[in-house]
């Protein structure tokens, strides 16, 4: 794992051992008052996407409200352009940009390139639509994508009859040779890296000629609530889905997918930061938007911030969190939710007695080596985090001022900023990686510390 290294500047005014402020270096605003406001935060990054795959695959044109709009949802919209769907910005209500409407292609067209930048969506719900595609797609992405786990993605669509090229790397760069039709059937994988291997292909399931029947045969299925979260977004396009009674197969037989009006919910998961605010500077934090039923896991906030002391209240369309007056310790297994983990360490790191957070081996895979980067950033900063093999034990030390990387992460960022608040001199080495799922993050941090919504 690589090790940012910084020099040492003659005069600092952060502190003697940490480095100067410079355009890649945010400094991270420190709190000095309780944080007192309401948050509203973009679409979900999870739900965009599906819906997007979904809408190229439907039989009539589709529109998206609220979407999310970031580099990750901007791979996605451009990805389907390359393979003949038409994305269009259209006027909507939402603050954070248009809504999108989704024209299907006529005939699914391949020869070409896609960017999958750093999105796990991208780069894995994707080869199984460029299987329907007529000719080749190539599938490559930043230098931190090629180290992502793809080969359950290449050999489960090899196990279809699918003609993929890689080299024999089993990772990006690959090439999809797409007939047009893939006759589905029977498959049994193992998605114990990401559970983005089965919705991956289940978003297009319904296209294959004989459907799919799909099993899952490792030992653990990491973050189930984003499958659920994808049969829900099937159904809801009069997909039928079957689900096994041990929740590790699905069956989806072949038909067509409906066009459909969608509003996105806030993405929940993306939330966390300026609901931890609320722990950290003993405040008050809203998040507008939130939904009474949901299958995203940001929804497990409600009931892992109350185990660090904190009070929540929830009220028609808001989520309201309370910090009390010390931030507890914590021992939980979060392997439902391991896109909450930077948070939850964060807030483990500014505790009073030690946690332990485990469940979450798989977020090793993620971006970066979450596990290795959150013990690497918070022990330079001070603490006293160590590697568990499927998780970390925090044992909370009194931090320091430094740079904090990000490993382009937009969530190792975001963790960044909640250490910031309690700790004088954090600066955040590129910020700019939140715009992965939320370029507006730094203008909201900042809005949130004056009290804005």
Same mark, same amino acid.
Request: proline share 7%.
């Given at each position: 794992?690589? /090790?940012?290294?910084?020099?040492?500047? $003659?005069?600092?005014?952060?502190?003697?051992? !940490?480095?100067?402020?410079?355009? $890649?270096?945010?400094?991270?605003?420190?709190?000095?008052?309780?944080?007192?406001?309401?948050?509203?935060?973009?679409?979900?990054?999870?739900?965009?996407?599906?819906?997007?795959?979904?809408?190229?695959?439907?039989?009539?044109?589709?529109?998206? %409200?609220?979407?999310?709009?970031? *580099?990750?949802?901007? =791979?996605?919209?451009?990805?389907? %352009?390359?393979?003949?769907?038409?994305?269009?910005? /259209?006027?909507?209500?939402?603050?954070?940009?248009?809504?999108?409407?989704?024209?299907?292609?006529?005939?699914?067209?391949?020869?070409?390139? +896609?960017?999958?930048? =750093?999105?796990? @969506?991208?780069?894995?719900?994707?080869?199984?639509?460029?299987?329907?595609?007529?000719?080749?797609?190539?599938?490559?992405?930043?230098?931190?994508?090629?180290?992502?786990?793809? !080969? #359950?993605?290449?050999?489960?669509?090899?196990?279809?009859?699918?003609?993929?090229?890689?080299?024999? %790397?089993?990772?990006?760069?690959?090439?999809?040779?797409?007939?047009?039709?893939?006759?589905?059937?029977? =498959?049994?994988?193992?998605?114990?890296?990401?559970?983005?291997?089965?919705?991956?292909?289940?978003?297009?399931?319904? *296209?294959?000629?004989?459907?799919?029947?799909?099993?899952?045969?490792?030992?653990?299925?990491?973050?189930?609530?984003?499958?659920?979260?994808?049969?829900?977004?099937?159904? &809801?396009?009069?997909?039928?889905? !079957?689900?096994?009674?041990?929740?590790?197969?699905? @069956?989806?037989?072949?038909?067509? +997918?409906?066009? !459909?009006?969608?509003?996105?919910?806030?993405?929940?998961?993306?939330?966390?930061?300026?609901?931890?605010?609320?722990?950290?500077?003993?405040?008050?934090?809203?998040? @507008?938007?939130?939904?009474?039923?949901?299958?995203?896991?940001?929804?497990?906030?409600?009931? +892992?911030?109350?185990?660090?002391?904190?009070?929540? $209240?929830?009220?028609?369309?808001?989520?309201?969190?309370?910090?009390?007056?010390?931030?507890?310790?914590?021992?939980?297994?979060?392997?439902?939710?391991?896109?909450?983990?930077?948070? /939850?360490?964060?807030?483990?790191?500014?505790?009073?007695?030690?946690?332990?957070?485990? &469940?979450?081996?798989? +977020? *090793?895979?993620?971006?970066?080596?979450?596990?290795?980067?959150?013990?690497?950033?918070?022990?330079?900063?001070?603490?006293?985090?160590?590697?568990?093999?499927?998780?970390?034990?925090?044992?909370?030390?009194?931090?320091?001022?430094? /740079?904090?990387?990000?490993?382009?992460?937009?969530?190792?960022?975001?963790?960044?900023?909640?250490?910031?608040?309690?700790?004088? &001199?954090?600066?955040?080495?590129?910020?700019?990686?939140?715009?992965? #799922?939320?370029?507006?993050?730094?203008?909201?941090?900042?809005?949130?510390?004056?009290?804005?919504?």
């Amino acid at each position: 794992m690589p /090790v940012s290294r910084y020099s040492k500047p $003659e005069f600092n005014p952060y502190g003697d051992d !940490a480095p100067q402020p410079t355009e $890649e270096h945010w400094p991270a605003p420190r709190a000095t008052t309780p944080v007192t406001a309401v948050v509203e935060v973009p679409g979900s990054k999870s739900l965009t996407n599906r819906e997007l795959v979904l809408s190229a695959l439907a039989d009539s044109p589709s529109l998206l %409200r609220s979407p999310l709009h970031s *580099r990750d949802s901007d =791979l996605m919209v451009e990805a389907l %352009r390359s393979l003949g769907t038409t994305v269009t910005r /259209v006027d909507g209500s939402g603050r954070f940009g248009p809504d999108l409407a989704i024209t299907p292609a006529d005939e699914l067209l391949g020869s070409t390139t +896609i960017d999958c930048g =750093l999105a796990g @969506t991208v780069m894995r719900f994707l080869p199984p639509v460029a299987a329907l595609a007529l000719g080749p797609t190539t599938f490559d992405g930043d230098e931190g994508a090629r180290r992502r786990p793809m !080969a #359950t993605t290449i050999s489960s669509l090899r196990s279809l009859g699918v003609d993929i090229g890689d080299d024999g %790397r089993a990772a990006l760069p690959f090439t999809v040779h797409g007939s047009g039709r893939v006759t589905g059937g029977a =498959l049994t994988i193992d998605a114990s890296a990401s559970s983005q291997f089965v919705s991956g292909l289940l978003l297009a399931a319904a *296209r294959f000629d004989d459907g799919l029947e799909l099993r899952h045969s490792g030992a653990r299925l990491p973050s189930q609530p984003h499958i659920e979260m994808t049969v829900a977004a099937l159904r &809801g396009r009069g997909v039928e889905v !079957a689900v096994g009674a041990a929740h590790d197969s699905w @069956t989806v037989p072949s038909g067509p +997918i409906s066009g !459909a009006e969608v509003a996105i919910e806030p993405d929940l998961s993306n939330a966390a930061p300026f609901l931890a605010a609320a722990l950290v500077t003993g405040g008050r934090v809203t998040i @507008t938007g939130w939904p009474d039923a949901t299958t995203q896991v940001g929804a497990d906030l409600a009931d +892992i911030l109350p185990l660090f002391g904190a009070t929540v $209240e929830r009220s028609a369309g808001a989520l309201t969190v309370t910090g009390g007056e010390r931030i507890r310790g914590i021992q939980i297994d979060l392997s439902t939710g391991g896109e909450l983990a930077p948070t /939850v360490v964060a807030l483990a790191a500014l505790a009073t007695e030690p946690s332990e957070i485990t &469940g979450i081996g798989h +977020i *090793r895979h993620h971006e970066t080596d979450r596990l290795a980067a959150l013990a690497t950033e918070i022990n330079q900063l001070g603490g006293d985090v160590t590697e568990l093999p499927d998780g970390l034990a925090v044992n909370p030390r009194p931090l320091h001022g430094g /740079v904090w990387s990000s490993y382009a992460d937009h969530r190792m960022a975001t963790a960044g900023a909640v250490i910031g608040l309690a700790v004088d &001199g954090v600066l955040v080495h590129d910020i700019a990686s939140t715009s992965k #799922t939320m370029p507006e993050f730094p203008e909201l941090w900042r809005h949130m510390l004056t009290g804005g919504a």
